[in-house]
């Protein structure tokens, strides 16, 4: 079937399906160039750009969710504007499937039409071996999500390259800013006191240890599993000469010494890494490491029961965070209970994490160009839905995100402030 058919088709399709969108501004630029603006929107939210015909007519016999991102990820078609339009959009394809002759006869042609199914060449998914949550396991797992590329993530992260979510003083602040009073927040929470020692779970980049350290004279360790991560870290430890007093190890927590145990240990957003089976294991490490009369803090994104039954995207276990898993606030609770720690804190900080990921994505799109440079188009597309999925589900209320502080059994009550005010300052 030549082009210009396929074209005709997928107009008549798009009309079929725009019935649940009449007030939508959506604009569709075909692969030759021409447009189908059906609203006849000068300056619509969101034009899709179609450019493999048989393969977005292969994408409509079978619309579900990761065949829709993995055609934008494959470029069949490009987005650009609203995704929220996009993903409304992406929501009414798929509830209809189209049939080779359901096609045929929208097209005025009675022969069986030679569709295809698009072929992916960019995407490299994971394809991690044996059980998950196991050391090995968690390894390649997070290899595949944060090796990916120090200098991409640099682009549009914080300027202490710290990829979990910020605290914002104000709504207006900039991401560097929230970023570093997320830092001096935990800092305060956890009652940090010069000399004594702190672990720092999933540390990341190692904004943590090296402001801990740097600021409040502790000597602060960290771990990971990304070695990107981990030489990221130790050479800034070098360049600002705190090789005495903090250091980042390429190692799981589960590897950690239990004979080594640390004044306070913080983890910063790596609770949906960990796996609702091996909680236990989590928590009861965490209290192994801990000296007696201890602190600890948490940060962690949850479900929201409340708001429903959590759906993950499709796409994200393949493509951007594999092995995640989140559960509700009150399981992580209930699993650290049981290991003997005290609740002392809980703050839910959902707003925060909203914020930071509408920043994220701003700041990512507007360095598009220059991130094809670390990354293939594939990579950057898989990131801009996820953070912009990201950015709604927190708006929506789809997940949660929580502070929340645990106390050893043997911790001097006397030595807690009587308020949060106090803890902040």
Same mark, same amino acid.
């Given at each position: 079937m030549n082009e210009i058919k396929i074209k005709e088709l997928v107009t008549k399709i798009i009309s079929v399906t725009l019935k649940d969108f009449q007030d939508a501004s959506i604009a569709f630029r075909f692969w030759? !160039?021409? +447009?189908? #603006?059906?609203?006849? %929107?000068? *300056?619509? $939210?969101?034009t899709v750009i179609l450019r493999d015909p048989e393969g977005f007519l292969g994408l409509l016999t079978n619309p579900d969710e990761l065949a829709l991102a993995e055609a934008y990820f494959s470029d069949v078609f490009d987005l650009e504007g609203d995704l929220s339009v996009a993903v409304q959009l992406g929501e009414s394809l798929g509830k209809k499937k189209w049939s080779k002759t359901e096609l045929a006869k929208l097209a005025g042609n009675a022969i069986s039409l030679s569709v295809r199914s698009f072929i992916n060449k960019q995407s490299s998914s994971f394809r991690g071996k044996g059980k998950a949550h196991t050391v090995a396991r968690d390894k390649e797992a997070v290899s595949y999500t944060y090796d990916t590329s120090n200098d991409f993530y640099a682009l549009w992260l914080d300027k202490n390259m710290i990829y979990s979510g910020a605290y914002f003083p104000r709504r207006d602040a900039t991401v560097d800013e929230a970023q570093d009073t997320k830092l001096e927040y935990i800092c305060k929470k956890l009652l940090l006191k010069h000399g004594e020692t702190l672990l720092d779970i999933g540390c990341g980049w190692g904004a943590l240890v090296i402001h801990a350290a740097k600021n409040y004279g502790v000597k602060a360790t960290g771990v990971t599993l990304s070695k990107q991560q981990a030489d990221f870290a #130790? $050479? /800034?430890i070098r360049q600002l000469g705190l090789q005495d007093k903090c250091e980042v190890k390429l190692m799981d927590y589960r590897e950690v010494p239990e004979a080594r145990q640390f004044d306070k240990i913080a =983890?910063? +957003?790596m609770l949906h890494h960990v796996g609702e089976e091996v909680l236990p294991e989590y928590f009861r490490k965490i209290r192994a490491l801990l000296k007696p009369g201890g602190i600890s803090f948490q940060l962690g994104i949850t479900t929201l029961p409340a708001k429903g039954k959590y759906k993950s995207p499709a796409? $994200?276990?393949?493509?951007?965070?594999?092995?995640y898993h989140l559960v509700s606030i009150s399981t992580?609770?209930?699993? $650290?209970? /049981?290991? !003997?720690?005290?609740?002392?804190?809980?703050?839910?900080?959902?707003?925060?994490?909203?914020? %930071? =990921?509408k920043h994220w994505l701003s700041r990512l799109e507007a360095r598009h160009n220059d991130a094809l440079k670390y990354v293939n188009e594939f990579t950057y597309r898989v990131v801009r839905l996820s953070l912009f999925l990201m950015m709604a589900g927190f708006q929506k209320g789809m997940m949660g995100f929580y502070?929340?502080?645990?106390?050893? /059994?043997? %911790?001097?009550? +006397?030595?807690?402030?009587? *308020?949060? +005010? !106090?803890?902040?300052?």
């Open positions: 030759d !160039g021409s +447009e189908f #603006n059906p609203n006849k %929107t000068d *300056s619509p $939210a969101l #130790n $050479a /800034k =983890s910063v +957003e796409f $994200a276990d393949k493509y951007f965070m594999p092995d992580y609770l209930d699993h $650290a209970e /049981k290991q !003997g720690f005290e609740i002392y804190d809980l703050e839910d900080v959902r707003e925060h994490y909203y914020l %930071t =990921s502070h929340f502080i645990l106390l050893d /059994k043997k %911790t001097d009550i +006397e030595s807690l402030p009587v *308020s949060r +005010e !106090g803890i902040k300052n």
